[in-house]
């Protein structure tokens, strides 16, 4: 089975960076999607940026490109997301989520999903 294990997040300040890891485990990714969606208290869950196993191409979110850069590490199996110029607004939990053949998927209907890990961005 997928087992997706989040780590790396934290407490900072607003304009700090924080670096997200997910490691992915339990199968060959080829053909995945691999996400990183977060959720705030009250809220519902988000969509932030996705890429794609076997090329690396991304897909961001409005809200986050420019400031959060998605990467996957094949020889590792792990999925990164650098955090750059955090907001009081980026204080959520994030969950990394794999989607099975998802290449072309661009939703937010996933398969497996991580325990997620909590980002916490201070004034």
């Known amino acids: 089975q997928v087992q997706l294990v989040e780590s790396g997040g934290g407490l900072v300040q607003a304009g700090d960076s924080l670096r997200l890891s997910c490691a992915a485990s339990g199968r060959t990714f080829s053909g995945y999607r691999m996400g990183w969606f977060r959720q705030a208290p009250g809220k519902e869950r988000n969509f932030v940026v996705s890429?794609?196993?076997?090329?690396?191409?991304?897909y961001y979110s409005g809200s986050v490109k420019g400031r959060f850069t998605i990467s996957r590490d094949k020889a590792t199996n792990t999925v990164y997301l650098q955090m750059d110029s955090l907001k009081p607004e980026d204080t959520a939990v994030y969950y990394c989520?794999?989607?099975?053949?998802?290449?072309?998927?661009?939703?937010?209907?996933?398969?497996?999903w991580g325990q997620g890990t909590q980002v916490t961005v201070s004034t």
């Open positions: 890429i794609t196993w076997n090329s690396g191409l991304p």
């Open positions: 989520a794999a989607k099975e053949n998802g290449y072309l998927y661009y939703g937010s209907e996933y398969d497996y």
